[in-house]
């Protein structure tokens, strides 16, 4: 296979997985077996072949054992390991080991350490230390993964490439004078002229006018607030000089084997990575891979590992995906690791497989007993195999091998097709993250969750999709906090519901063009008119407090004085500074409908908005009648659905359910019994929903 176009290559992965000639999905995990004597080899592989693992992905971190100094390769190790792994059926997802530079390097290539937005250059002896923009750095990589593709392109055990690791993880956004001359030459190419990016970078204000490319740095450190189109601009410099050198290393692999190529994304990625934009990347991947973490002292962390597997989908264009990496139980790098419950791990795995994934994979297969992730859990404990963990490992390799047919088929709702889409697009995410703004309360991921918490607890299917994307076949469509959108979004969401669609579009959305330019006129400016509301000032809330609605309970963060233009009021502010102004609307549009949403609903008055709008939609829970406890999600193909049923909660869960549960065997016969905290995957007939 050669294409990138697709992200067909899950199914060609799928296919290099099969057992008796049918599809299997994958089980396994990264391996480190160069952080281990060769006598514990055997040992690995043997407890693989118990585990029914059949995937793993090797050389991750092995640079400076495979190249110990420049130019010098040492692949006798990586030969032995991949011959063993063949010989025992394993399969491989082989790096290109280019995710961190040896200290050789780093020590002979000084200037290839990326500088922080204060001016320190940092050192090595951590990982991911590099600058993205450094020609050194892209030598030497290049160079690596064109030994490693040479090499082991035809080794038998290898059916996956897998560039790099989490790009942009670890790795300190570069603000280097080498990124300041990779930066102009971005904005040259986005600009053409100085002109034009000084009218982009509204740079009247504040006498930042620029007379010469020269002047032009990254947004560094200064007094106060940088420019917010400069600091927009180099996120997506960053992101795209990072997805330069993945397509170096990706064209060098290609140009040796046909194998499907990926790198794994980091989900919503949170916290101090380097921003990546996924769905640029993914357009770029044959396999759509992620990595996923349960934040261990999350309540709700199940639904956050929800929209994270709907999300992956997202951007796999509804395919299914690969989950390259989750947890067997705690992490290391949270300010408290705890450790997952009995049965924990196995709700996790079979969630990302209910959204989508055709695997689970793990970091990593043998927890380590040296380096930073020593405390970081593994599919092979410290303890050994008489251990919970141990035991879950095995028994989720059972369960995936019980259920192999799902592999290929893709996520539905109640209509044979999912019906909602949620907006989240990475310009508006990063754009609504700027500093100077009307509250630090108003969080575009959170809004996103808020909304896509309400979907799942009413037990509706969503996917995430970009507001340029083809919305047509959607009943509801969802725009939370996308602050900042393009006109190509604009008119596509505007075109979705004069045709029939209805759309759904909370504060804080439609503020601002591309460039980061208030879109002027009544608030919304992208949509005032589509809303059939005028808002004129923000009146963001205090900390803490909630303002009470004449309908759909309290709102919170936020609220907006303004009017109703056309609109139909379905709640309004009753008490404080705007009392009067709407807060949530409804107005038709050509033959559709557009809602307008001015504060954060509570969860219950979230809920009963969805009612309303969904009944407006006519979109319907998966099934009705469930626990609240219980998760519910659907695969289908070919006249065949199967159904996933996630007991979260701590009581048994009867259900109302005909067909055969792959997990057990057993046919329900009408009623299934589910265990707190157990999973059942029933498959039927599509005619029976
Ligand atoms: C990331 C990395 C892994 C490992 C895990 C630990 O996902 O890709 O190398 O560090 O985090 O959770």
């Known amino acids: 296979m050669d294409t ?41 592989v043997r407890l693989m072949r118990e585990a029914g693992v059949n995937l793993v992905s090797v050389g991750i971190f092995s640079w400076s054992l495979l190249e110990p100094s420049e130019g010098v390769y040492d692949f006798g190790w990586l030969d032995r390991i991949l011959d063993l792994l063949h010989a025992n059926g394993i399969r491989v997802d082989l790096a290109n080991a280019t995710a961190s530079p040896p200290p050789w390097f780093s020590h002979k290539y000084p200037q290839s350490l990326p500088v922080t937005a204060d001016g320190v250059r940092h050192s090595y002896g951590s990982r991911q ?23 082991y392109k035809d080794h038998p055990a290898v059916v996956m490439w897998h560039i790099h690791n989490e790009y942009g993880c670890h790795n300190q956004p570069d603000f280097s004078d080498g990124a300041a001359a990779g930066f102009r030459r971005w904005l040259e190419r986005r600009y053409g002229g100085l002109e034009d990016l000084n009218a982009a970078w509204g740079t009247a204000f504040w006498s930042q006018r620029y007379s010469a490319w020269d002047e032009i740095l990254p947004p560094r450190t200064s007094g106060t607030w940088v420019n917010p189109t400069q600091q927009l601009d180099f996120a997506r410099y960053s992101s795209d000089e990072l997805l330069e050198c993945y397509k170096a290393e990706a064209a060098i692999i290609r140009s ?33 891979s992620n990595d996923h973490y349960l934040i261990s002292e999350d309540p709700r962390n199940f639904q956050e590992l ?144 808020r909304w896509h918490d309400a979907f799942y607890r009413a037990g509706i299917p969503t996917d995430f999709r970009r507001s340029t994307d083809d ?79 004449s309908s759909f309970g309290t709102g919170t963060c936020w609220q907006e004085l303004g009017k109703a233009a056309g609109a139909e009021v379905l709640a309004a502010v ?11 609307t409804r107005h038709r549009t050509g033959s559709g409908r557009a809602y307008y949403v001015a504060t954060s609903l509570a969860p219950a008055g979230m809920a009963e908005l969805l009612d309303v709008v969904c009944s407006d939609s006519a979109v319907q829970p998966l099934l009705t009648g469930l626990p609240a406890d219980v998760e519910v999600a659907r695969r289908s193909k070919n006249g065949t659905d199967w159904t996933f049923f996630i007991n979260h909660g701590a009581g048994e869960a009867r259900l109302d359910v005909n067909g055969v549960d792959l997990l057990s065997g057993d046919d329900t016969g009408g009623a299934l019994t589910l265990a707190a905290g157990g999973v059942a995957v029933v498959r039927s007939q599509t005619s029976i929903h």
Do not use: C
């Open 574 to 584: 009753t008490e404080g500074p705007a009392a009067g102004s709407p807060a949530v």
């Open 256 to 288: 040796h084997s046909g194998h499907p190529v990926t790198t794994n994304f980091m989900g919503f990625n949170m916290g101090l990575h380097q921003p990546v934009d996924y769905w640029r990347w993914s357009e770029e991947m044959d396999v759509v």
């Open 306 to 449: 929800a929209a994270t597997a709907d999300l992956t989908r997202g951007w796999a264009n509804g395919k299914p995906w690969l989950l390259m990496e989750h947890s067997t139980s705690a992490v290391n790098w949270q300010p408290r690791n705890i450790a997952k419950a009995p049965g924990e791990m196995l709700r996790n795995s079979l969630q990302h497989v209910a959204r989508g994934a055709d695997g689970a994979l793990f970091f990593q297969w043998r927890a380590s007993r040296a380096g930073a992730e020593k405390f970081h859990s593994g599919m092979l404990p410290h303890a050994g195999t008489d251990t919970k963990v141990w035991r879950e490992v095995v028994q989720l390799g059972r369960a995936l091998r019980s259920l192999a047919e799902v592999s290929g088929s893709v996520v539905t709702g109640a209509s044979g097709r999912v019906d909602v889409a949620i907006l989240h697009d990475t310009d508006a995410r990063w754009g609504s993250e700027l500093d100077s703004h009307p509250s630090i309360d108003s969080s575009n991921i959170a809004e996103t969750r």
């Open 129 to 151: 230390a590099f600058a993205a923009s450094s020609p050194d750095y892209r030598r030497a990589a290049a160079a690596l993964t064109e030994q490693i593709a040479a090499r």
């Open 4 to 44: 990138n176009t697709d992200n067909a290559g899950m199914d060609y992965i799928t296919a290099r997985l099969a057992t008796e000639g049918s599809p299997a999905l994958a089980f396994g995990g990264d391996y480190n077996p160069e952080q281990w004597p060769e006598e514990t080899w055997d040992e690995d």
């Open 471 to 549: 919305l047509s076949g959607y009943r509801l469509v969802v725009a939370p906090m996308q602050y900042l959108l393009s006109d190509a979004g604009v008119a596509n969401l505007a075109g979705y519901a004069q045709s029939g669609g209805h759309l759904v579009v909370s504060y804080f959305s439609g503020i601002v063009d591309e460039n980061d330019h208030i879109r002027l006129g009544s608030y919304p400016g992208a949509f005032s008119k589509l809303l059939g509301v005028q808002m004129e000032e923000f009146f963001p809330l205090r900390a803490g407090e909630s303002v009470r609605l």
